[in-house]
């Protein structure tokens, strides 16, 4: 018994208009895959990280390399902090009002996310030079997960790092409490997307003098460092440091981690922490994003 083709085929044209299962107008199309924008974001990302990652797990010494400056820090410059801005003991009889490492300590955590994830752009300079960064262009591949991928890399080893330091300091008299740590490293963890995606957008926008990136990228890191109060408080600096200091989004980010560290997960200061994290990483997608799709023209 022989079965009858119910297609038709367009005058001239040997395909047939008709639609079967698995032929339909998306099947085999380039970048067509199952799933919403959130489940193709989150698997484009994933895509990105493990990429992004393979050179750390062949090369995982750059991990313990990356432990140098915030232990340096801590060594280097806690005690002074405990000998000046706190009591004889370290108590909470100095300007501090508390225990120094409890307010230093996620501070450095704050430095290190801030260092590691403003560096996304010279890692991007390297493969734009090799021509990879094209090749990842032109996969199916989102644009925010493009950007999204390599800012949660960059908190892959960052979050082990604070882990090594809060241990660090545990002897020390860092006390831990777990839920609001967790808390910590995820607010960095949404910081750091809108960081690195600046850092992303920089390296292209000065891609043809890769010196400007870090002219920019240093000069504008440590003005916000000093006006976020993350090394030293601001309390009895002159009134323009502190009016300065609340137009930093990273001054609410160091306040909210001071307080999630501290365990207190609903306080004001950890509330704006997070509106100053979405907010800085809806801006750094934006940028980035735009940016990305500029250099493509």
Do not use: C
């Amino acid at each position: 018994m022989s079965t009858v083709d119910t297609t038709t085929s367009a005058p001239g044209r040997g395909a047939p208009t008709g639609t079967r299962h698995g032929t339909g107008p998306t099947a085999g199309r380039p970048g067509t895959r199952p799933g919403g924008p959130v489940a193709r974001l989150a698997r484009d990302t994933s895509i990105v990280l493990v990429r992004e990652l393979r050179p750390l797990l062949h090369d995982p010494f750059s991990v313990v390399f990356g432990l140098v400056q915030p232990l340096v820090f801590l060594a280097l410059f806690g005690p002074l902090l405990v000998g000046t801005l706190s009591g004889q003991d370290g108590g909470a009889a100095g300007t501090l009002g508390g225990n120094v490492w409890q307010w230093f300590v996620p501070s450095i955590l704050v430095m290190t996310t801030l260092f590691g994830t403003s560096t996304t752009g010279a890692n991007l300079q390297q493969e734009l030079n090799t021509g990879a960064h094209e090749r990842m262009l032109v996969s199916p591949l989102s644009r925010p997960s493009l950007l999204v991928g390599r800012a949660l890399k960059e908190m892959v080893p960052i979050a082990a790092q604070s882990v090594v330091v809060v241990l660090v300091m545990l002897p020390f008299g860092f006390e831990l409490y777990p839920v609001g740590a967790v808390l910590g490293l995820l607010m960095l963890a949404v910081f750091g997307v809108g960081i690195g995606s600046l850092s992303y957008a920089l390296a292209l926008a000065v891609r043809k003098q890769e010196w400007m990136f870090w002219l920019v990228q240093q000069t504008l890191l440590f003005p916000l460092m000093i006006l976020s109060g993350m090394l030293l408080p601001l309390e009895t600096g002159p009134g323009w440091m502190r009016a300065a200091a609340h137009l930093n989004p990273l001054t609410y980010l160091v306040d909210a981690e001071r307080s999630l560290f501290a365990g207190d997960l609903t306080s004001s200061a950890a509330a704006w922490g997070w509106v100053a994290a979405v907010v800085t990483a809806a801006v750094g997608l934006a940028v980035g994003i735009r940016t990305m799709v500029r250099s493509t023209d």
